[in-house]
């Protein structure tokens, strides 16, 4: 047993350095470094305490219970690097240009005790109200609802937040993602809506994206009644919410995307995509292009990517660049095994190239993919650091200006 228990902690430590990549190691070495990369403190108590108590159970009378133990040593040691590597967060968002110093005395530090009790999240923060299974779009058997995080108290109009969950486009619900963001930013006077939106295999895209489009103009007209300023919305989301997110803000007002409300003024104030899919159509950071990924063509897209290329291009953020894109914070984990980082760095490349508006990019050394779904200290800093920006964002808005560069959001405070 002590072998045994040595022999897992070593490999967790190792595969959270050093995670898989390949078309069938990808997805396990994500589960196993998930929770072992942003609980590492919780794993590493429970490691010594496991190893502790077999050694004293009489574990060591052999040699194979020896080796477990300096197996299992070499594991914690891993993970305590694991560790020491997220403590680095608050230095790489500093050298991302996020304005950590805006006005730092209004916000208060994310909990402490959801870092050491990760359940927490779920609950709402005190002063925090939520509004659960609100319908926003209805049509035939169609409902697809939404749960709103606002401030208890009442106020003037305030900013607004749609957050996009992930999921791959064919699982994921507002009740799982997003909560730490969520409530962090109605502590600090935002509202925020988490978004449902229809999945595959039932759905066939672009409905995705359409329904996000008809949550905009849902806002519009209903931002007031929850105390949102209908004139001010950011969008955020991770994974396939990150692409959602990115490609929200990218297709801003653009007729064939929102059928039946093409009037209507779908632009966003700000995006902050998580480790998400901006490119499709393009190899490079895989070996063949995301669109030409079978469960991509089968169960989101529903057509042959070589067969029929445009759809995949069209539901690409790095296709829609533009020079009016607002402004945008893309977060990456450099051990992300599902997408891997490559992606989010060429898409940041290319629309600074394209956008007039501040693109500012953080890359989480050491961070895996969905990262922010455990309130760990990662993601603590990384909320903490979305907040400042969007805020500095919301303080240009209300000052009558657009910030052309990030010493523009800072300046504001």
């Not at 897992?8 to 390949?22: E, H, K, S």
């Not at 209805?138 to 996009?164: F, N, S, W």
């Not at 409530?183 to 895209?205: D, I, K, M």
């Not at 020079?323 to 760095?345: C, K, N, Q, Y």
Request: with cysteine; glycine share 10%.
């Amino acid at each position: 047993m002590l072998l045994a228990v040595g022999a897992i902690a070593l490999l967790l430590a190792v595969n959270a350095r050093w995670p898989r990549f390949g078309p069938v190691s990808a997805v396990p070495s994500f589960f196993a470094g998930w929770w072992t990369i942003e609980l590492a403190p919780h794993l590493l108590v429970l490691e010594i305490a496991a190893l502790a108590a077999l050694a004293l159970g009489g574990g060591l009378a052999t040699w194979p219970g020896w080796i477990g133990l300096a197996l299992g040593a070499a594991g914690a040691a891993g993970t305590l690097a694991t560790i020491l590597v997220s403590r680095r967060t608050l230095v790489t968002l500093r050298e991302s240009g996020v304005p950590l110093d805006l006005d730092p005395s209004g916000a208060p530090r994310y909990p402490r005790s959801h870092l050491v009790l990760p359940p927490l999240c779920l609950l709402p923060r005190r002063g925090v109200r939520v509004d659960r299974g609100v319908v926003y779009r209805e049509d035939g058997r169609l409902r697809l609802r939404l749960d709103v995080y606002r401030p208890a108290a009442d106020g003037t109009l305030r900013p607004g937040l749609l957050q996009i969950h992930g999921g791959a486009w064919i699982v994921g619900d507002k009740r799982e993602q997003g909560l730490p963001l969520l409530n962090h930013l109605a502590t600090q006077g935002w509202v925020g809506f988490n978004v449902n939106y229809r999945l595959s295999p039932r759905a066939t895209w672009p409905d995705p994206l359409h329904d996000l489009k008809h949550f905009i103009a849902w806002y519009r007209e209903h931002a007031p009644d929850y105390g949102a300023d209908p004139d001010f919305l950011c969008v955020t989301g991770g994974s396939a919410g990150g692409h959602l997110a990115a490609l929200v803000a990218l297709t801003a007002n653009e007729p064939r995307h929102q059928p039946g409300f093409e009037d209507v003024d779908t632009s966003v104030r700000g995006a902050v995509p998580f480790y998400g899919v901006y490119n499709f159509v393009d190899a490079g950071p895989w070996p063949v292009p995301f669109g030409a990924v079978k469960f991509v063509q089968r169960m989101v897209f529903k057509t042959s990517f070589r067969e029929n290329p445009e759809p995949f291009a069209d539901a690409s953020p790095a296709k829609h660049l533009r020079p009016d894109a607002p402004p945008f914070l893309v977060v990456h984990g450099t051990h992300d095994s599902l997408i891997p980082v490559a992606e989010a760095r060429r898409f940041v490349t290319a629309l600074r190239e394209a956008s007039d508006a501040p693109v500012l990019y953080a890359e989480m050394r050491g961070g895996q993919h969905a990262f922010d779904v455990f309130p760990s200290y990662r993601t603590a800093r990384v909320v903490e650091a979305v907040e400042r920006y969007l805020t500095g964002l919301h303080r240009a808005y209300a000052a009558g200006r657009e910030p052309a560069r990030a010493e523009d959001i800072a300046d504001l405070g």
